[in-house]
């Protein structure tokens, strides 16, 4: 499968944890995004990679998100003192020219 | 802010009927996303439109951006139960960076 992935697909954590999330691009995409889905809205930008370069910030990445993207291939997205409104799907997606592909989400429980 | 409004919010289709789903914006669109989205589920990519008036198929779904460039539609042909799901349009905020509608929930009653 070449598509965009995601680990893990779903993740129940208790409140005041950290957790972790992967996102594996197809291989020749160099842009990397998260989003952000609640339940009946559509997806919320909250950041992008160009190669290794974060290159934009939402102002929904309050300082308890932080994302990589180390060598310019997978990403990871970790949030910090988890929260109960943290509780979202978190998307990934890559692009190329005029196309943007999204990964299966990672779905977050925060309890 | 750029603002991008989906209707109907919801449509219920008799197998073999036809439909068309609506994306306006606020602003003039630079490039316009189609996704589809099975509940729990990632976007599955449908198209992209870019030029004024420019319009795309795949199978029988059929995207048009008008002239002005502010409203697009999706057009589905003798809908099938595979068809079911969320539509959402994602407006390009430069880079790539999509602004989403909240979507439109498509049932289709065989």
């Known amino acids: 499968d070449t598509g965009v992935s995601q680990d893990p697909r779903h993740k129940i954590t208790k409140r005041g944890q950290n957790v972790t999330f992967r996102c594996d691009p197809i291989?020749?995409?160099?842009?990397l995004y998260w989003y952000r889905q609640t339940l009946g809205q559509g997806p919320e930008f909250l950041t992008y990679?160009?190669?290794?370069?974060?290159?934009?910030k939402s102002r929904l990445l309050s300082d308890r998100f932080s994302a990589e993207r180390p060598k310019g291939s997978f990403s990871t997205l970790e949030i910090q003192r988890t929260e109960q409104g943290d509780s979202a799907m978190y998307l990934c997606?890559?692009?190329?020219?005029?196309?943007?592909?999204f990964g299966p989400g990672t779905r977050l429980t925060v309890l | 802010s750029q603002e991008l409004e989906q209707s109907p919010q919801s449509l219920i289709v008799q197998e073999g009927k036809n439909l068309t789903i609506n994306c306006t914006s606020s602003?003039?669109?630079?490039?316009l996303y189609w996704y589809k989205q099975k509940y729990g589920e990632g976007l599955i990519f449908l198209m992209m439109?870019?030029?004024?008036?420019e319009e795309k198929s795949h199978e029988k779904i059929t995207a048009k951006l008008d002239e002005k460039k502010q409203q697009s539609s999706l057009h589905i042909t003798a809908s099938q139960p595979s068809h079911a799901g969320i539509y959402l349009c994602g407006a390009d905020q430069g880079a790539n960076n999509l602004f989403f509608g909240t979507g439109t929930r498509l049932t289709v009653i065989p």
């Open positions: 602003k003039t669109l630079y490039g």
């Open positions: 990679f160009q190669n290794e370069a974060q290159l934009e």
């Open positions: 291989s020749e995409h160099n842009r």
């Open positions: 439109l870019q030029k004024g008036g």
């Open positions: 997606a890559s692009s190329g020219i005029n196309e943007q592909f």
